[in-house]
């Protein structure tokens, strides 16, 4: 029961903080705060899809106990998660670090620098369509961190932060 207590807890504290109209970044922010300690989570990030530009923006990059500058890179170079997520337009799941490896997990500098590494990581895409906007990026040190349920309350987080970012897709019919 307290689990669902918590669940309910983080989905309406969600909805009092995301509002259309905030930025990428913004929204981020909001969502981190929301969620951050409930999930246990050891970071987090926004990134923004610019398909025509061919670019993966970080607008929100929460790692090391901070959040950090993490550059841009090109969606056509790279094939980590982050881009996995954005081109079969679907969450992924990563339990293990070992697992994260052989789905072709890219460590950021402050992991290989600190040792840090989440066993944890899962990707969630933002927007309808074939294009998504972007993605949400939960992870956890902890290995298997995240249960089904979990997940459909981050899906739903995100789900969320897709209608404040494109409130005219959340009007159609």
Known sequence: MRHLDQDRDLLLGAVERLR??????????????????????????????????????????????????HPARRLSERAGLSE??????????????????????????AEQATGLIPHSWYGVPLGRGARPLGLVSFQSFQTDAFSESRRRVMDALAALMSTCLCPETAQRP
């Open 20 to 69: 259309p109209g905030f930025s990428a970044r913004e929204l981020g922010e909001a969502l981190m705060e929301v969620c951050f300690k409930p999930l246990g989570l050891a970071c987090f990030y926004v990134a923004m899809a610019d398909w025509e530009g061919d670019q993966l923006e970080f607008v929100l990059y929460h790692e090391g106990g901070r959040v950090r500058q």
């Open 84 to 109: 996995r997520v954005l081109s079969g337009n679907r969450a992924i799941y990563i339990r293990t670090m070992e697992e994260g490896h052989a789905a072709g997990s890219l460590l950021t500098a």
